[in-house]
């Protein structure tokens, strides 16, 4: 039989969701593509949904996670700040750090 220890992880702030998986996904297709729509298609989501979760992770962030450009004659688009790059880095860390552990958990116990 082979084990493995399953979880997901994500970030609060002030009981609130502000980062996980899903969230994470959709900041680096917004970062790929330069286009909130764009991004939102890439992972087969509503634009409503991915603006939804945009607004509330800039709203529930210290910083502004995203900065918009109005559309006019080039068009408009959505990119990272920053900050909102910093935040992927700093969450794929924590994660891979959490999978890491669980691993070494797992190892360790009596499931070998």
């Known amino acids: 039989?082979?084990?493995k220890i399953k979880s997901?992880?994500?970030?609060?702030a002030d009981g609130d969701i502000l980062l996980g998986e899903g969230r994470?996904?959709?900041?680096?297709?917004?970062?790929?593509?330069g286009?909130?729509?764009?991004?939102a298609k890439s992972l087969k989501m509503s634009y409503k949904k991915a603006w939804s979760l945009v607004d509330k992770m800039n709203k529930r962030s210290e910083f502004p996670i995203t900065s918009a450009t109005i559309g006019g004659?080039?068009?408009?688009?959505?990119?990272l700040t920053a900050?909102?790059?910093?935040l992927i880095?700093?969450?794929e860390t924590i994660n891979e750090n959490c999978w890491n552990f669980l691993d070494g958990q797992m190892k360790?116990?009596?499931?070998?």
């Open 73 to 79: 004659k080039g068009g408009g688009g959505v990119q």
């Open 24 to 33: 994470v996904a959709l900041l680096k297709a917004i970062e790929s593509t």
């Open 1 to 3: 039989m082979n084990y």
């Open 108 to 112: 360790e116990s009596k499931f070998q």
């Open 35 to 39: 286009s909130l729509s764009k991004a």
């Open 83 to 86: 900050y909102g790059k910093t």
């Open 89 to 91: 880095c700093t969450f």
């Open 8 to 12: 997901r992880i994500w970030i609060e």
